[in-house]
Nanobody, 115 residues
Framework: QVQLVESGGGLVQPGGSLRLSCAAS????????MGWYRQAPGKQRELVAA???????NYADGVKGRFTISRDNAKNRVYLQMNSLKPEDTAVYYC?????????WGQGTQVTVSS
């Protein structure tokens, strides 16, 4: 069983930055893709960014150029650096480990962008 624990959320003003971190338990972190998703009130959960085991990344159109996903396999961690934050980025952000037969989620961390 894998546990994912997110941290780093909070309240930030528009234009500000936050760095989310997700710590994974277990020894399988390096062999699975990792992703960050978000869910705003009244909306469906959506993919924000993902990173494959080899480091290939993909981003939702609305965050390209502002967000950067990275991973540290030695520390079993994945990060999401969020810059130039906008009010529409407000959501609960979830860490995900996915792959063949695997789909784990963290408990989520709240990000609120407001003046």
């Amino acid at each position: 069983q894998v546990q994912l624990v997110e941290s780093g959320g909070g309240l930030v003003q528009p234009g500000g930055s936050l760095r989310l971190s997700c710590a994974a338990s277990g020894s399988v972190f390096s062999i699975y893709a990792m992703g960050w998703y978000r869910q705003a009130p009244g909306k469906q959960r959506e993919l924000v960014a993902a990173i494959r085991t080899g480091g290939r990344t993909n981003y939702a159109d609305g965050v390209k150029g502002r967000f950067t996903i990275s991973r540290d396999n030695a520390k079993n961690r994945v990060y999401l650096q969020m810059n130039s934050l906008k009010p529409e980025d407000t959501a609960v952000y979830y860490c995900n480990m996915g792959g063949s037969g695997v789909n784990y989620w963290g408990q989520g961390t709240q990000v609120t962008v407001s003046s």
